[in-house]
């Protein structure tokens, strides 16, 4: 008797391992995210999560905290943990003005956080290039290995990668910021001004253009910009994104010169001056403080320089009557493509759950549900479904908002799943990678680089200190005589020390081009 109810027990064991064995694969069937497409990351077992401890993911983004922030990211945590990943998410948010040098200091510092948005544009070169940044060789393969497997289709990785460790998530965008020109169509038409769209290609079609707006008004506000990006557009000039270095794109050897030693600069310089006796640039666009995209859209200005995408997007005009029209510029030109740096994130090397935050980023790569609710929010309070578009709620706009548009998303767009908006239409972001495409527009040859200060770091600080004395009353048309600032700003940089600062950069540059090579 002992020995069958022992038997018993050992067939009930059995059965029941098998029950459990069967209920674990049905699971992970499910496992299988909204894009039909099984994810590696996000189709681990349920049985290795569910004791995994709740963490909690700080994330740092730029900008003003949407109002529904934190309840939208509410949302997201619960949809997270029912695909396996337990967190929650601490959103923390910094100023725009104070991102760049709050994230260094807070570096510097040794402060704890997760996950944070940064750009080429932003503090990103500073803090690859110091080492705040946690390596990402055998993590990202591991925990992300879907995003892992985009990046290497982009050929993207290369350029997130510092002394060969990749230490940055990029954008997954193509994209291409060449200068176009835009104006207020609806002020030019009742001036009697015909400019029909791309028939102001030209620096000097365009200040014709200025002009006869100013002549027929004289009280109009025009712009707030020099015309420095124009001339670097006319002459090929592509800038480094380091401290005002400039090179030629067809120049086979990439020399690096000081934007103030280009004839770019100097054309620029003495335009820029008569623009600005003429009224042309505002007497107070060096010192107004408000923001110039926002001065567009609520019709303080005539004129802008804007981008493909700007000019082709809603730009959210204040006053319906508002109109605009376009034009590319020096469509001949070479203009070198957005950095796949342009918009990434980053994880602190301080993270203590970087497998947490790769499996999130992985889940976001496949998963259209989970996309939808970061980008979004909550169908029928922060956004509403019109047809397949993502719209306001109603009594909502961009301006009052309560979450969606928010800042610092752009790293973590995905144009597999990008929903058209009031301000982007149906296959905007095709559009756009079409537009990148187009022959003029070209990649970077240094996409990747980043300059390391360690050995000029006092002669870039005296460089950047005279520009911001001497240089920028250049740029913006205010001083005296144009040509003799130029040459007495030019020897002021001299004396500071540029041409080690350049012997260093261009040696930097040369490394760079040779180790792509190998």
């Not at 940064?118 to 705040?132: C, E, I, P, S, V």
């Not at 985009?150 to 954008?171: D, H, M, R, T």
């Not at 403080?289 to 493909?308: A, M, P």
Request: hydrophobic residues 35%.
């Amino acid at each position: 008797m002992k020995k069958t109810g022992s038997r018993r027990r050992v067939w009930q064991a059995v059965m029941l391992l098998a029950v459990v064995m069967l209920a674990g694969c049905g699971n992970n069937q499910k496992q299988e995210n909204s894009s039909g497409n099984p994810s590696p990351a996000a189709s681990s077992s349920s049985a290795q999560q569910a004791n995994e401890k709740e963490a909690e993911l700080k994330l740092i983004f730029p900008g003003d905290k949407p109002t529904a922030m934190d309840e939208v990211w509410g949302a997201v945590s619960d949809y997270v943990k029912q695909k396996g990943i337990n967190v929650t998410f601490d959103i923390q948010y910094i100023p725009f003005n104070d991102y760049k040098d709050k994230l260094l200091v807070m570096s510097a510092a040794g402060d704890m956080w997760d996950l944070n948005f940064d750009g080429d544009w932003l503090a990103y070169q500073q803090m690859a290039g110091k080492g705040a940044y946690m390596a990402l060789n055998e993590l990202l393969p591991e925990y992300a290995p879907n995003l892992y497997k985009k990046y290497e289709g982009q050929g993207s990785l290369q350029a997130a990668s510092v002394n060969g460790q990749i230490v940055s998530l990029p954008w997954t965008m193509k994209q291409n910021t060449r200068p176009f020109g835009q104006w207020r169509s609806d002020v030019t038409d009742k001036l009697g001004i015909g400019a029909a769209k791309d028939s102001v290609q030209t620096i000097e079609a365009i200040d014709e253009l200025l002009r006869r707006i100013k002549q027929a008004d004289p009280t109009a506000k025009i712009t707030r910009k020099g015309p420095l990006d124009l001339f670097k557009l006319k002459h090929e000039l592509m800038d480094i994104g380091f401290s005002g270095y400039v090179v030629d794109l067809n120049d086979p050897q990439l020399r690096a010169v000081p934007i103030e030693q280009t004839a770019a600069y100097r054309e620029s310089a003495q335009l820029a001056k008569t623009w600005y006796d003429d009224g042309i640039i505002s007497s107070d666009a060096m010192v107004d403080k408000e923001g110039i995209d926002v001065q567009w859209r609520n019709g303080k200005l005539v004129f802008d320089l804007s981008t493909h995408e700007w000019t082709n997007a809603d730009p959210g005009f204040s006053d319906p009557s508002f109109k605009r029209e376009s034009s590319i510029l020096y469509p001949d030109k070479k203009y070198a493509n957005r950095s796949p740096l342009a918009n990434v994130v980053a994880i602190n090397k301080k993270s203590k759950n970087p497998d947490k935050v790769l499996r999130f980023l992985d889940l976001l790569e496949t998963d259209k549900q989970l996309y939808d609710l970061v980008q979004y929010g909550i169908d029928g309070k922060t956004y509403k479904l019109d047809g397949q578009a993502a719209a306001f709620p109603d009594g909502m706009d961009s301006s009052t908002s309560s979450y969606m548009g928010w800042t610092g998303q752009w790293a973590l767009w995905k144009p597999q799943f990008m929903r058209p908006t009031g301000t982007y239409s149906d296959g905007f972001w095709l559009k756009e990678g079409e537009f990148a495409s187009q022959p003029m527009n070209v990649n970077s040859p240094l996409d990747g680089l980043f300059i390391s200060q360690d050995d000029i770091k006092n002669e870039v600080a005296k460089r950047e200190s005279i520009k911001s004395e001497f240089g920028l009353p250049i740029e913006f048309g205010t001083v005296k005589n144009a040509d003799k600032a130029v040459d007495d700003y030019i020897a002021k940089q001299q004396a500071a020390g540029v041409d080690k600062i350049t012997a260093e950069v261009q040696k930097q540059i040369d490394q760079f081009l040779a180790g792509k090579k190998q």
